[in-house]
């Protein structure tokens, strides 16, 4: 894992280098920061059973369903289009250290973005008078929150970037599975409220897993799931990177 | 001393495809070797094998004693190599992406230091090192393609078609560095420019249709497969005449002639292999009293021998390939 340095600074360097990091990080805020404002208005009017901050981790189904592609498809199909991943490999690195390092960086941007969410915190930390109005605890866990599901679905894009040489294809992809995981997920467990399929549902939405994160639980199972689920993804997408040397 | 290549019988296979059947030569330390053939041959496969890139369906492949499939990454620690098209990082800059290659490559920051300028240098590249690589132009991405794989200072360089899209101006500068890195590293470069093989090569591979076909140095394919070349004679004389004297001097196997508008006749001679008949020749003529302008012999070059052999081999091949419709 020598080398996983060297190529994380590349993958961070690339998204600004490029107008793609930009554009993405300016949706981003500006789908954050127009809810925010809304949110903010709406409380003004009187008391609610909500706080600003858990409104705004509701809307992770946002940047997930639409971010993650955006940072994900370039990460292989790109090297695979330009033929600069035979530069890649066949300098003395593992595959595995390519596909970490790619990981990481869209991770690591991904966070960067939550993490500019921070001046919310503050700026109704300065308005509510203090810690006291505030729980700082399910702030955090709600970052947790986000980040953990960011980060698989991520590991996801990352994989749907492998199989194909197209960006687009790519997006589309990781858009679907997404989809899928995020969105239909969700509409199952409306479909099947209770019973062992229900129970199922429920286990793996990710909105189920949000809600608790929001109140500030931080349930072992949700982390091990989407932390084995990366894993997963990481794994096959190297292989997918190795194919090339037995297909 | 154990060669720089070893390639044993080296075959790959795509989804129904041949690429490589049966390739097996040898790099020396120190040498410059072209590998020739036209697209499609066979030339980018070796070279991608070579590199670890991607296996050999069937045998073996060694550089510098180590197995490149069993020790990938120390092999690709000791080979240099700019693939086809020579893919860049486009949005990064020189400097920056020499400083990117040479961590990958391992090298400590000190040699690092040393090694960057020093690559840069050599491939002048000093003028636009700090310039984004995207915007410039294609003499210059190739010389920061020869720039990457020069920086961990590789035994081996694998190059493969280094001049393709330059202009002769910079193909000409492009050749002279191969020629000068010829001095301190063993070069693999592959081609489908013959006189480039011709001026840069110490030995030429020719590969075709996935199979080697020759290996020597460009002077003896020469020797070996030219027979003598042609002989050009223009003698002023009746065309008939010359052509009868011609065809009984010794040494002289077949002639064609042509009378030309200003009274002279061009007679093209095929000498018997090995021979010289061009005194012979002057003789003849002088004794009949005829006038002489030109006596030269046409050197066959690399390209004659190219296409001479890659047609031997396809008209083989379709032989083959009707006898086995005839046993059918």
């Known amino acids: 894992m020598t080398n996983v340095p060297a190529l994380l600074r590349r993958e961070l360097n690339a998204y600004f280098a490029s107008v793609l990091g930009y554009v993405v990080l300016m949706f981003f805020l500006l789908v954050m920061g127009v809810t925010f404002a809304v949110v903010v208005g709406y409380l003004n009017r009187g008391p609610t059973q909500f706080t600003a901050m858990k409104i705004l981790f509701s809307m992770f189904w946002l940047p997930s369903l639409v971010v993650v592609p955006m940072i994900t498809m370039r990460l292989l199909a790109e090297e695979k289009r330009a033929g600069t991943l035979e530069m890649l490999m066949t300098a003395p690195v593992t595959d595995f250290e390519v596909v970490f390092a790619k990981y990481l960086g869209a991770v690591t941007l991904y966070t960067m973005m939550w993490a500019l969410t921070g001046f919310y915190v503050l700026i109704l930390r ?6 006291a109005a505030l729980d700082l605890g399910p702030i955090f866990s709600g970052y947790l929150g986000v980040i953990i599901t960011g980060q698989f679905f991520i590991a996801v894009g990352l994989l749907a970037s492998s199989t194909t040489n197209n960006q687009i294809a790519a997006a589309l992809m990781s858009f679907a599975i997404v989809f899928l995981l995020l969105i239909v997920l969700n509409w199952m467990t409306f479909l099947f409220p209770s019973g062992p399929l229900g129970k199922v549902f429920h286990a793996i939405s990710a909105f189920d897993h949000m809600e608790d994160f929001q109140r500030g639980i931080v349930d072992a199972r949700p982390l091990v799931f989407y932390l084995s689920g990366t894993a997963l993804a990481l794994f096959i997408t190297t292989r997918v990177l190795e194919s090339r040397k037995w297909r | 001393m154990q060669p720089m290549i070893k390639v044993e019988n080296l075959t790959k296979r795509y989804a129904g495809v041949t690429a490589l059947n049966g390739v097996s030569f040898e790099v020396q330390r120190g040498e410059i070797v072209g590998f020739l053939g036209p697209n499609g041959a066979g030339k980018s496969t070796t070279m991608r094998i070579l590199t670890g890139f991607i296996p050999a369906s069937s ?17 690709r620690k000791r080979v240099g190599y700019m693939p086809e098209n020579n893919p860049l990082y486009t949005d990064m800059r020189v400097s920056e992406y020499l400083k990117f290659r040479s961590k990958l490559k391992g090298l400590p920051r000190s040699e690092r230091k040393e090694r960057i300028p020093e690559a840069i240098e050599m491939c002048g590249l000093k003028d636009v090192s700090h310039r984004i690589i995207g915007h410039l132009s294609k003499g210059y991405r190739q010389r920061v393609g020869l720039a990457d794989a020069l920086l961990a200072e590789p035994d081996l360089l694998i190059l493969d078609e280094p001049t393709i899209g330059l202009d002769p101006v910079q193909i000409r500068q492009v050749r002279q560095l191969i020629k000068d890195l010829g001095k301190r590293h063993t070069i693999l470069l592959s081609t489908h420019i013959l006189p480039e093989v011709e001026m840069t090569c110490n ?23 030219n027979a003598g070349g042609l002989i050009q004679v223009e003698v002023r004389g009746p065309g008939s005449e010359v052509q009868a004297k011609l065809r009984t001097v010794e040494n002289v196997d077949t002639l064609s002639a ?10 093209m001679v095929t000498p018997k292999t090995g021979t010289d008949p061009r005194e012979k020749i002057y003789q003849s003529v002088s004794s009949n009293g005829w006038t002489l302008r030109e006596l030269t012999r046409t050197r066959t070059t690399l390209e004659d021998i190219f296409v001479q052999i890659t047609r031997e081999e396809d008209e083989a091949e379709e032989e083959r390939r009707e006898q086995r419709r005839s046993v059918r």
């Open chain 2, 59 to 75: 045998g073996r492949v060694e550089v510098a004693g180590l197995d490149v499939f069993e020790n990938s990454l120390d092999v």
């Open chain 2, 258 to 267: 042509k009378v030309l508008e200003d009274g002279y006749v061009r007679v």
């Open chain 2, 203 to 225: 030995r030429v591979v020719i590969i075709h249709h996935g199979r080697i076909l020759a290996s020597d140095t460009p002077e003896n394919l020469m020797k070996t497969l």
């Open chain 1, 126 to 131: 300065h308005f509510s008078g203090g810690d």
